[in-house]
């Protein structure tokens, strides 16, 4: 699959659900692996803030992203909706600290997007698989997420209050797709005791039932009702039973629930990838949410590209006969035994270390050892299969070494171990040569990695 961005500007409009004051944010189509980026134009030099968990600063009442004193908030809304529709690259400039809250909901970002549409570039989407069962746990409130091994993306969500109004509630996406029907105009809530506090913690300035599902579900005279609408400016109300409060009626019995879970999505997002896995978050909250993704983000820093999916089960994309055809090594030297993966700028190759490898007659008698140095080749190999795939004709082609840098070896490779070459373009093929990484895995570690140069030349 390839990264996706904007095909075109937008533009919303709107108070900040904090500040009130009147914010306009323009999303723009940026080049591969941006990114989701925030820039703040209303001040000077218009610094630009990443949109990933670990410069997450705050999470009071919304997801808070800051490089040094410069801040944006409430970006958890438009985050879903961008990761939602696909999209992996976008610009995002905002005049003011926090995003338009518009109605309170997704739905305004999801259908400017549709409207505009979305268009794919070149580069290969860069998934985060889950591989093994990952759990985060607050012991204090209760509050957990936890993501399972899965092929596609989905998210369950359930909420729990000590509200006879909101108790426990469910909610679910099965694939992101269903996002826009189902999730996008679910609406932000509070309850109506929160009010206060949260107005003397400088909060909800632009708060208002335009904006808001307000519930009412903890016995307060009229008098004081009014006096909260008085602080909050907006018209008195008066209410007799517990219930919701809002200007147009829940778009869902759940609605808080999806709008819980459209919270989740959008810090998840801050991942800085998609995923693959399915998530599962009781209680969650935008601090919790946002721990989930700084863990999965730190397992993204320790190493550069996550280990291939290998499932031998399946068919792979060229056998050795296949191989053979394109290669011109043959025994003792044709170390790539098949390629299970390959996108426009990378390759997956794999080689079964046996026993009867020729060279483990002297590298070592005791100890057999696979050579560093023909990891290495075996790297540019699968890389080769990546080079010539560029072309017309592929077999009348050969491609031959030209340079190697950064050269590292990690854990040695011995008989029975199954090496996995993930070997990626670095620069664009010109003039027949190519800058690549490769990498070898053994399970899930790095074994040996380097970057090589290779030149593509037609047969005589």
């Given at each position: 699959?390839?990264?996706?961005?904007?095909?075109?500007?937008?533009?919303?409009?709107?108070?900040?659900?904090?500040?009130?004051?009147?914010?306009?944010?323009?999303?723009?189509?940026?080049?591969?692996?941006?990114?989701?980026?925030?820039?703040?134009?209303?001040?000077?030099?218009?610094?630009?803030?990443?949109?990933?968990?670990?410069?997450?600063?705050?999470?009071?009442?919304?997801?808070?992203?800051?490089?040094?004193?410069?801040?944006?908030?409430?970006?958890?809304?438009?985050?879903?909706?961008?990761?939602?529709?696909?999209?992996?690259?976008?610009?995002?400039?905002?005049?003011?600290?926090?995003?338009?809250?518009?109605?309170?909901?997704?739905?305004?970002?999801?259908?400017?997007?549709?409207?505009?549409?979305?268009?794919?570039?070149?580069?290969?989407?860069?998934?985060?698989?889950?591989?093994?069962?990952?759990?985060?746990?607050?012991?204090?409130?209760?509050?957990?997420?936890?993501?399972?091994?899965?092929?596609?993306?989905?998210?369950?969500?359930?909420?729990?209050?000590?509200?006879?109004?909101?108790?426990?509630?469910?909610?679910?996406?099965?694939?992101?797709?269903?996002?826009?029907?189902?999730?996008?105009?679910?609406?932000?809530f509070v309850f109506v005791r929160e009010i206060e506090p949260l107005v003397n913690a400088n909060?909800?300035?632009?708060?208002?039932?335009?904006?808001?599902?307000?519930?009412?579900?903890?016995?307060m005279g009229q008098e004081q009702l009014d006096r909260l609408a008085d602080i909050m400016g907006?018209?008195?109300?008066?209410?007799?039973?517990?219930?919701?409060?809002?200007?147009?009626?829940?778009?869902?019995?759940?609605?808080?629930?999806?709008?819980?879970?459209?919270?989740?999505?959008?810090?998840?997002?801050?991942?800085?990838?998609?995923?693959?896995?399915?998530?599962?978050?009781?209680?969650?909250?935008?601090?919790?949410?946002?721990?989930?993704?700084?863990?999965?983000?730190?397992?993204?820093?320790?190493?550069?590209?996550?280990?291939?999916?290998?499932?031998?089960?399946?068919?792979?994309?060229?056998?050795?006969?296949?191989?053979?055809?394109?290669?011109?090594?043959?025994?003792?030297?044709?170390?790539?035994?098949?390629?299970?993966?390959?996108?426009?700028?990378?390759?997956?190759?794999?080689?079964?270390?046996?026993?009867?490898?020729?060279?483990?007659?002297?590298?070592?008698?005791?100890?057999?050892?696979?050579?560093?140095?023909?990891?290495?080749?075996?790297?540019?190999?699968?890389?080769?299969?990546?080079?010539?795939?560029?072309?017309?004709?592929?077999?009348?082609?050969?491609?031959?070494?030209?340079?190697?840098?950064?050269?590292?070896?990690?854990?040695?490779?011995?008989?029975?171990?199954?090496?996995?070459?993930?070997?990626?373009?670095?620069?664009?093929?010109?003039?027949?040569?190519?800058?690549?990484?490769?990498?070898?895995?053994?399970?899930?570690?790095?074994?040996?990695?380097?970057?090589?140069?290779?030149?593509?030349?037609?047969?005589?």
């Amino acid at each position: 699959m390839k990264q996706i961005t904007l095909k075109a500007p937008f533009t919303v409009k709107g108070k900040g659900l904090h500040t009130g004051r009147e914010i306009e944010a323009e999303f723009l189509p940026a080049p591969e692996n941006t990114g989701y980026k925030f820039q703040r134009t209303d001040l000077e030099n218009e610094p630009i803030i990443d949109a990933l968990a670990e410069n997450v600063v705050s999470t009071t009442r919304g997801t808070v992203i800051a490089k040094g004193d410069v801040q944006i908030s409430t970006i958890e809304h438009s985050m879903a909706a961008l990761y939602a529709s696909g999209i992996d690259n976008c610009l995002i400039k905002i005049n003011g600290p926090e995003m338009p809250i518009l109605d309170g909901s997704a739905r305004e970002f999801v259908a400017k997007i549709a409207e505009v549409g979305t268009e794919e570039q070149n580069q290969d989407k860069d998934f985060y698989i889950v591989k093994q069962k990952m759990e985060v746990r607050d012991t204090e409130t209760g509050a957990s997420i936890v993501v399972l091994p899965d092929t596609e993306f989905s998210l369950d969500v359930m909420v729990q209050y000590p509200s006879p109004v909101l108790t426990n509630q469910f909610a679910t996406l099965e694939h992101l797709d269903e996002f826009a029907e189902k999730i996008a105009d679910s609406r932000t809530f509070v309850f109506v005791r929160e009010i206060e506090p949260l107005v003397n913690a400088n909060l909800i300035k632009g708060g208002d039932l335009q904006n808001a599902v307000v519930i009412y579900d903890s016995p307060m005279g009229q008098e004081q009702l009014d006096r909260l609408a008085d602080i909050m400016g907006v018209d008195h109300k008066e209410v007799s039973e517990f219930g919701y409060i809002q200007e147009r009626p829940l778009t869902s019995e759940n609605e808080p629930a999806r709008h819980k879970l459209m919270d989740v999505l959008g810090d998840i997002a801050l991942i800085g990838r998609p995923l693959k896995g399915k998530v599962i978050a009781v209680r969650p909250g935008h601090s919790i949410n946002t721990t989930f993704a700084k863990k999965i983000r730190r397992e993204i820093k320790r190493q550069d590209v996550q280990a291939p999916v290998y499932d031998p089960n399946v068919e792979p994309l060229m056998d050795n006969n296949r191989i053979r055809e394109l290669l011109p090594h043959r025994y003792p030297f044709l170390l790539v035994d098949k390629v299970i993966e390959k996108g426009t700028n990378h390759i997956v190759g794999v080689k079964n270390i046996t026993a009867n490898e020729p060279y483990f007659l002297g590298h070592f008698p005791q100890e057999p050892v696979m050579p560093g140095v023909l990891q290495i080749e075996a790297m540019a190999q699968t890389g080769g299969l990546l080079v010539l795939s560029t072309v017309d004709d592929p077999d009348k082609y050969s491609t031959y070494f030209m340079k190697i840098d950064n050269v590292k070896f990690r854990q040695k490779v011995v008989p029975g171990d199954t090496l996995l070459f993930h070997v990626s373009f670095m620069t664009e093929l010109r003039r027949g040569c190519a800058m690549m990484k490769g990498y070898a895995f053994v399970g899930e570690k790095i074994v040996s990695e380097c970057e090589f140069m290779a030149q593509i030349i037609k047969n005589k």
